[in-house]
């Protein structure tokens, strides 16, 4: 496992690799690495021949009075986990070298981007769909491997590559979740300890309709509602939208779900913010999934 | 020659063309090609083992108002000019092959794209750069070439190609003009027959600026001057800029140019836009280049 920071290297390299006809797999993260994380890098390796994982807390992603500084690095850790799973090389550029003096350019992506996360943090998809257009076209992976846990991220994402036609299959694996069904979250790290079982909340409201939905329910403003409810637990709700689980575009409360249907949420627990997501329909509950 | 038409089928013959170690060049055009886009076609082919010439008017350039409808097509005439001048392929999709129900990404360049042109057009080159991506993506060319008559545009592609890390050489091919200096446009055939003098209102005044640049001249304001006072010929002036040759910034008037200074131009006789550019410094005479 080789550890490389500049971009000509990383095409270098990558270059060699597709020249002797092997597929080239892409795991981007922001570090701070947990088991969700590496689960992305073990469904790379079964579908690729080498596996790059990025490692870039990219700042364009990050608004005003984010988390950008507080963000959790911990690069030696990660690139041993990395090892670990399996990777081939280890990307962990610098930000000057992902954003070089003078670089102007951004790709936007219009109503995927838009609700859910989108209207808490107007410029954060924005910044996603740059960076990872970026890594795409540095390193020709044939197949780029997202969490389902950054559901709005992974719809943004399938958005581009088709729009731009970018060569590039995209995957999304399913979110992994602690013994209790919270999701994994390098920013569950920031939660203390009397914050820990309220961010419960998320999950607990996820599975009640998931519950709901299994048992027949249909109805758009039941189902919101019983998401809601648990969220009782926590300091201030930014969302819980149910939205077509393509588009993403929120459905409204009159509406009657169809096969598929996305509840997806955003909350802070202390200074935390946390999201999690269930499609309806398709996934596993979210609790019993992480037992 | 092939004439094709789908991105998917377009694609699969680039890979097969790359898989046997050509090197495959790109010439994006918009069609009603004159012999200034055949000078482009024939860079390509020096840097390239096959070219392949893009037909498409892209509506995504156009503003509400401009010429989208009456744009010249001209396609059996273009695939037989492009066969003649030694194109493989010749790619020429429908609207709808390029901007399918729901799409929605856009490719935005920032500082460049904002002047000259920019101000008039203010979403001219998000379509442009959006158009070229998609067009980079589906070919995955080693080289294209774009003329230097359009020269904002040229900025704009060097600056979103570099951003991104797009795999590409960006190349730039002079203009290419009348006997009588006009640098070929597929908008000249809107040209009435007592417009047409007129037309050459722009060329003069960048001529003129070129003999006093050549002669010594380093005021921005006198160049810029010399540059504006033939153009009482047409009809309306958008811009007359001296910039920056790199970033295309403009240049206060205050201004003492350095070895290189880009002229650029956009003026309209009658219904017609016309845009016209040299680098002084760089660039030969805009009129003795064409006797």
Known sequence: MDLITEPAALRRACDEVRARGARVGLVPTMGALHRGHLSLVEVARARADLVVASIFVNPTQFGPGEDLERYPRTLD????????????????????????????????????????CGVHRPTHFEGVATIVTKLFNIVGPCVAVFGRKDYQQLRVVHRFVRDLFLPVEVVGAPTVREPDGL?????????????????????????????AF??????????????????????????????????????????????????????????????????????????????
Chains 1, 2 share one sequence.
């Open 77 to 116: 850790a990660d690139v041993a986990a990395c090892a670990e799973a399996g990777a081939g090389y280890v990307f962990a550029p610098t930000a000057k070298a992902m954003y070089p003096a003078g670089e102007e350019t951004r790709v936007n992506v219009g109503a995927t981007a838009a609700d859910l």
């Open 183 to 211: 999701a994994l979250s390098s920013r569950n790290r920031y939660l203390r300890d009397e914050e820990r079982p309220r961010a419960l909340a998320l999950r607990k409201g996820l599975g009640a309709a998931w519950e």
């Open 214 to 291: 299994a048992a027949g329910e249909r109805s758009v403003s039941h189902l919101r509602a019983l998401a809601t409810e648990p969220l009782s637990d926590v300091d201030r709700i930014d969302y819980v939208t149910l939205a077509d689980p393509e588009t993403v575009r929120p459905l409204p409360d009159g509406h009657v779900a169809g096969e598929r249907l996305l509840v997806a949420m955003a909350a802070w627990v202390g200074k935390t913010r946390l999201i999690d997501n269930v499609v309806l329909g398709e996934d596993d509950h979210p609790h019993r999934q992480g037992d």
